[in-house]
């Protein structure tokens, strides 16, 4: 966001991208038209074009030269027909406050978005840890890697699903939560399923007969830190 409200947008590596609202809830982003190409404003003309008495104090704090600049593509970055920046107009019929018109919410501008950005420099521990992952899903069909750096998930992501497809023929799930993520690959999971369920059984033994009972293990449970490379 820009600290002079000239417009709801953001810059990636140089790029501007205004925040724009369609006819669903999600705010997307719109790139700058191309040259050559049809663009239109920031807001409707008719939206500029104050009639009333006591023009909205919201839209005054903007600069309506900005808001009247025919330099946005006609649709958005996932490819919807939008209405008008977010941040005017939809605030003041209370849709979104200022806070969340100040950030994209759709995932598919967003996973656009995230292309635009330079490819990480990998840390040094990184063909380590998609081997350590790899070996953990072969063997039991899950894994959970935590304190995971944000911008090495996607490279995670794609290596452990890679390795994982060409040693054993099948496919993996990841799913990512916070800092950590998740692998699991249903069918080797499931030829586990039932070793898993005996050593549950005997662990519920153990605490109804009175034995002393050991936590049972979790090999699956990785950390990023463990492989901390000197």
């Not at 699903?161 to 692998?183: C, D, L, N, P, W």
Request: glycine share 6%; proline share 6%; net charge neutral.
């Amino acid at each position: 966001m820009g600290t002079a409200r000239d417009l709801n947008s953001i810059s990636i590596n140089g790029r501007e991208f205004l925040l724009t609202a369609t006819a669903g809830e999600a705010i997307h982003l719109s790139r700058e038209a191309q040259p050559g190409k049809a663009g239109r404003a920031a807001l409707p003309e008719w939206r500029l074009k104050v009639r009333r008495k006591k023009p909205s104090p919201l839209l005054q704090s903007y600069n309506r030269a900005a808001l009247a600049e025919v330099r946005w593509a006609e649709t958005t970055m996932c490819g919807r027909q939008w209405i008008a920046m977010v941040g005017v107009e939809h605030i003041e019929a209370q849709e979104f406050s200022e806070d969340e018109a100040s950030s994209p919410s759709c995932r598919r501008c967003l996973a656009l978005m995230d292309a635009l950005f330079p490819e990480p420099q990998l840390d040094d521990r990184f063909g380590l840890v998609v081997q350590v992952i790899t070996d953990t899903v072969v063997e039991h069909g899950y894994a959970e890697m935590r304190n995971v750096p944000g911008d090495h998930h996607a490279a995670l992501r794609k290596r452990v699903r890679s390795a994982v497809k060409e040693q054993t023929g099948y496919g993996i799930q990841t799913i990512i939560h916070e800092s950590m993520v998740i692998f699991v690959c249903e069918p080797i999971h499931q030829q586990h399923a039932k070793e898993r369920g005996h050593a549950a059984a005997q662990a519920v033994h153990d605490v109804l007969t009175g034995k002393p009972s050991q936590p049972l293990p979790t090999p699956w449970r990785l950390s990023w830190d463990t492989w901390a490379v000197e």
